[in-house]
């Protein structure tokens, strides 16, 4: 009896807001805005006693299920917080059993559009999460249709935590997801995942850096909650890095190559290898405010420059023991095994025979050079084959002097063929 009298009283209220509305929106001439009204008089229909904090039912006894799709706009990896930031739509859609009408009593209106915070909406949230105050998600209208559905699709800005692996920096891949679901009783629908609005980025806008290649959403189900799991693979494109990082190293490999054919008498050469030092330690530094100081996956570009950096201290003190070797005034002449070797099969593969016929004292002196006269004694040096290096009956200073220098130079030419097959193997192992 009781029950039967509050329903009466409902309907009556329910008669008297519509009638109400009516007569508001008649005009001036006392003619009424029939569309206006319909409209009102619908949204009183679908919204008396409505609780928009009661999850909404499909039938009196099944809850409704969700749909839940995303729309990619732009996308960054921020390598020093090992942050993705995600900017896109999410797509909502669930149904609600109370909220349907027949159009044709309502001027064959078939949807409605109301503002987000007058209905229930799910309650999504971004379970890995970098930081709430780097998760946006838009107000933005809901639409209803007359057979119950609801879809909501507010613009939403992501930031989600990733686990990068930067070794191939900087033509890395990285892989990074998000794990968006829901901690109360919703239910997530995994059927929609068939579709291709489940995970969209045909109109992604192209960061400087990054491009999606593959993308994929997965359905994932827990004792308490449930969530999707979108995974993203994603790649690093940017010829910047061509011209600001490998170009300058091929240089330094190019130059601290060509050290090692500098005359040995020069103290540049030192000069020039502190140089390339210096280059190589501010580019490390470069590297370090860049990327993340990592446990592990050390990027291959920072080992070639690091090792780099040590093979030119290597090759400064080289440098100076070619120096010493070459300016010394020596008392004795280089032992007579090197002598052999220099003057067998190592020195024509060095280039030695060249550099002697064309260093001896008279041509130095039609040539007006003073290059490798600088640190030898005056005293010419008699020779009697052309084709030999070293005369053993020569004991002249000058002789003496001219032997150390040519030991200095096979010193220099062996290191560079020793660098250069290192850094071969460098550019294979450290290759990007």
Known sequence: MFTSCRH????????????AIQLAACTEDGNASWNISTMDRLRVQLFTNYDKSSHPMVTPTQRTNITLGIAVNYIDIDELKGRMTLHGWVNMRWRDGGRTWKPEYFDNITTLHIRSKEVWKPDITLFNSAGSEG???????TMLSYDGSFMWVPPVVYTAYCNLNLKMWPYDQQTCKLKVGTWTLTTIDPKFL???????YKDL?????????????????????????YTFQLQRYSSMYTTVIFTPASCIILMCLSIFWLPPQMGEKILLNAVLIVIIAAFLMYFAQML??????????????????????ISTIVSVTVLYL????????VPAFLRNLLNGGLGRVLLLSEFSLEAEPQTLLNNGTK??????YDEPIETTNENTMFNASNQTPRSLQFDWILLATAVDRIFFLVYCFIFIILAIVYSV
């Open 205 to 229: 806008i192209k960061s400087t850096e990054w491009d999606i290649i593959d993308a994929k959403a997965t359905y994932n189900s827990e004792e308490f909650y449930n969530y999707i799991e």
């Open 326 to 333: 070459s300016t010394a005034k020596h008392k004795q002449r």
């Open 371 to 376: 290059e490798m006269g600088e640190h030898v």
């Open 135 to 141: 998760d946006y998600v838009g107000d933005t209208q």
């Open 194 to 200: 068939d579709f291709k609005e489940s995970i969209d």
């Open 8 to 19: 009466r009283a409902t309907i009556t209220v329910a008669l008297f807001v519509v009638a």
């Open 292 to 313: 993340p100081i990592l446990a592990e996956n050390t990027p291959l570009v920072v080992l070639f420059y690091s090792a780099s950096l040590l093979l030119l201290s």
